[in-house]
């Protein structure tokens, strides 16, 4: 939730700091603080509010060094105001943290540390960890740092520097994810690896239960006992520009133009002519697909929605049975996992709390576990037997895009092998799935084309209170995420539903004027969707429809069409979801909203 960066090197850390800090921008944005050794003292600014309010305050009042931290926040403990802004020091001055997590025990740490004599000044559950780290300093950061850890409770990322050793930093893990950056004579630290891009390819991570000294000459990687881990850097293939937002006002608008080239990616060396499937990471063994039972779909918000597609994929195309199930569900509901199981963990970051931990409830139960993420070497790649990257790039914004089309990709591919490996997809049908599958790129262009349309209609309902996306089968999964992109970054109240249940409830809230999105792709319930497009119309909505742009009947019931190229129809949510994509940001462009950052979201959600 919060963003991490640290420096020490022979540069002047603040400006290194600020840059990692605005590449972190996206995982935490209502206060942030740096704290750098000047050579004499340890410095700290910190005030709440977006970076931008760090930044003038530095330039009032620079700090200098060549060692530091810095950290962005997204409140969990104190609200976001300066004093509860990280990095939090200890009484004297001479020990400063910051971390990403939360530590579940702090009230009776803070309690137990007050009564011995510790002042306080935030509300942070962050600050005990300072003032633990000063009672038991002895001359050796180090232990001091494992003693403070072993009497927290949680979830943590933590960095802390010292005025009694400033030529280190040390760093610990537990759950939040923390990234070493490697170069000649300087090192870094960050949550994630777009911060890093701009300085070193050459990356370490950290995993739970380790801890890290991090000094000018590298990092020296022991566990919570002092045991020494051997760890062989990995190297970073994204570079800086990826990173960046290349001339687009948002990320968001940027990585939405980005899908037909990820598309590529994703595909590129795993299709071949002779129709199979290699899936680089993924090696289920042929017994394993013979016999298995059952396949979870587990994931968090938008990569909950590419599971829902995933199991209609996997049900049709390998006729195996499948569920999605929503993460921070599915782990408290004792799930029922006999026989030959998989879980298909699907998430970005890699770094979804809800999802790791359902990740190891189903392992704990037997499930055998295939993640679909974006991220190398994030947790989820770790705690998994399989992975398959979706090779989607960096994606800064908060709203998802370019990674929900690589996973419904990812999961198509799984759902053709899966059903090939059982004979269960006819050879014409399977040839021409990996023909559509090859024109995805091609025709995802040829939507974006449809922009400026869909601006025009961004403008025209921009101030409406309630916006209805309704769709069957496939495109009821891909209204949910029409719906949920529209939400998080225009704040316009929506709701998804299957077209189907309208009139047992919420038809009552379609009154005149207000907009109705109608996916009409799945040729099979086609005749249905004309008749909720009636019942609606009949109730006064504004009608907006997206359908294959041979549908003339579909066009010329509706107020406004948004046309998409012909696919398979099990192919159709990866087109169907751009114009929805490209609604969501300009209903928010219009309506002046922070599109990268909006309120109250962060990124990665690493806490429960
Ligand atoms: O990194 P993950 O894919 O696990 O993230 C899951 C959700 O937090 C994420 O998809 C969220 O719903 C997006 N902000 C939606 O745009």
């Not at 597609?309 to 195309?317: A, F, I, Q, R, S």
């Not at 809800?354 to 947790?379: H, P, Q, Y």
């Not at 990674?403 to 759902?415: D, N, S």
């Not at 209805?468 to 109240?493: P, Q």
């Amino acid at each position: 939730m919060c963003g991490i960066m640290g420096y020490i090197g022979g540069r002047d850390a603040l400006p290194i700091l600020l840059d990692g800090l605005r590449r972190l921008e996206y995982r935490g944005y209502d206060s942030a603080g740096v704290a750098v050794y000047t050579g004499e003292r340890l410095e700290i600014r910190k005030a709440a509010g977006k970076l931008r309010r760090l930044v003038e305050m530095v330039s009032a009042a620079p700090v200098q060094g060549t060692v530091g931290i810095g950290h962005t926040r997204w409140a969990t403990h104190g609200n976001p105001t300066d004093y509860n802004a990280h990095p939090h020091s200890d009484c004297r001055g001479h020990i400063v943290v910051i971390h990403n997590g939360i530590i579940e025990n702090f009230l009776e740490l803070k309690e137990e540390l007050h009564r011995r004599g510790h002042r306080f000044q935030s509300e942070t559950d962050t600050e005990v960890l300072a003032h633990l780290i000063e009672e038991a300093y002895e001359g050796d950061l180090e232990r001091a740092v494992r003693h403070a850890i072993s009497r927290a409770r949680g979830a943590y990322a933590i960095v802390v520097l010292s005025s009694h050793e400033p030529d280190k930093l040390i760093a610990c893990r537990q759950i939040s994810p923390l990234i070493v950056g490697l170069g000649d004579g300087e090192t870094w630290l960050a949550s994630d690896i777009p911060a890093l891009l701009p300085y070193t390819r050459k990356v370490m991570v950290i995993e739970d239960g380790e801890m890290a000294t991090i000094t000018r000459d590298g990092v020296r990687i022991t566990t919570l006992n002092g045991e020494v881990v051997e760890k062989t850097p990995i190297h970073v293939t994204w570079d800086a520009e990826m990173a960046e937002r290349g001339g687009y006002p948002h990320f968001m608008l940027k990585e939405i133009h980005e899908q037909p080239r990820a598309l590529q990616e994703t595909l590129m060396g795993r299709l071949d002519h002779a129709g199979q499937i290699s899936l680089d990471g993924v090696s289920l063994p042929d017994i394993f697909v013979e016999r298995l039972e059952k396949v979870w779909l587990v994931a968090c918000g938008t990569a909950y929605h590419a599971g829902l597609v995933g199991k209609w994929l996997l049900e049709h195309l390998s006729r195996i049975p499948a569920e999605a199930d929503l993460a921070s569900e599915l782990r408290y509901r004792d799930p029922l996992v006999f026989g030959t199981n998989l879980t298909v963990a699907i998430s970005q970051s890699g770094e979804t709390a809800d999802t790791l931990a359902a990740v190891r409830e189903m392992k704990a139960r037997g499930s055998r576990i295939l993640a679909i993420t974006n991220v190398v070497g994030s947790t989820l790649t770790r705690e998994a037997d399989d992975v398959l990257y979706i090779r989607a790039g960096p994606e800064i914004a908060v709203a998802s895009t370019k990674a929900y089309l690589t996973m419904l990709v990812a999961l198509t591919m799984l759902a053709i092998e899966l059903g090939r490996r059982r004979k269960a997809i006819p050879d014409e049908r399977l040839n021409a799935l990996l023909y559509g599958l090859r024109e995805l790129p091609g025709k995802a262009q040829d939507v974006l084309r449809r922009e400026p349309e869909v601006l025009e209609l961004a403008k025209r309902y921009a101030h409406c209170q309630d916006i209805f996306f309704i769709g069957r089968g496939l495109d009821y999964a891909v209204a949910m995420e029409g719906s949920l992109k529209l939400k998080e970054i225009s704040y316009v109240h929506s709701e998804a539903l299957a077209a189907g249940e309208l009139k047992h409830g919420t038809l009552a809230l379609v009154t005149d004027g207000v907009p109705v999105f109608a996916l009409c792709t799945q040729r099979h319930v086609r005749e249905k969707m004309l008749s909720n497009i009636q019942e609606v119309k009949a109730r006064g909505a504004m009608v907006v429809a997206v359908a294959y742009e041979d549908d003339r009947e579909v066009a010329s019931l509706v107020d406004h069409v948004i046309p998409i190229p012909p696919v398979d129809d099990l192919l159709s949510p990866i087109l169907a979801i751009i114009p929805l994509q490209l609604f969501a940001y300009y209903v928010a462009r219009e309506r002046g909203h922070d599109i990268d950052q909006p309120r109250n979201l962060a990124k990665s959600v690493t806490v429960e």
